[in-house]
């Protein structure tokens, strides 16, 4: 973990191509001045088959910004509180919240999965 002034900076496309190479919708991701207080990076982590509610180390960060998630497997993500349904998730995504996350728990399925996770916050 490390603190101090940071600015977490991220940028790409989301599109859909058709079978001529046009992409339509063609949406810009820009998010380049966010400024945080702390980092903390938990990757890569292997969360072992069949655990419930594994809470993903979050250090002094009391409120998570911008978090990166990459998983190698099918989990159930949960943010802010476990008693929450939680969503399907496999592959790499960044999650954004201006309020912040307080919490992000991750079920797995019935293999080890590999997990990397940055959360930049406050």
């Known amino acids: 973990m490390a603190s101090g002034s940071k600015t977490v900076k991220f940028q790409g496309s989301f599109a859909v191509y058709d079978a001529g190479g046009?992409?339509?919708p063609n949406k810009t991701i820009k998010d380049l001045n966010l400024v945080v207080g702390q980092v903390?990076?938990?990757d890569p982590m292997c969360i072992p088959g069949v655990s419930t509610d594994f809470p993903v180390p979050f250090g002094a960060i009391t409120l998570g910004k911008r978090i990166y998630i990459k998983t190698d497997q099918?989990?159930?993500i949960k943010f802010n509180q476990n008693t929450d349904t939680g969503f399907s998730w496999k592959g790499e995504g960044?999650?954004?919240s201006e309020d912040g996350v307080t919490a992000v728990f991750i079920t797995t399925g019935?293999?080890?999965t590999n997990v990397e996770i940055v959360v930049a916050g406050d």
């Open 22 to 24: 046009v992409a339509s």
């Open 74 to 76: 099918s989990v159930t």
């Open 94 to 96: 960044v999650i954004s």
């Open 40 to 42: 903390q990076s938990s």
């Open 110 to 112: 019935a293999n080890d």
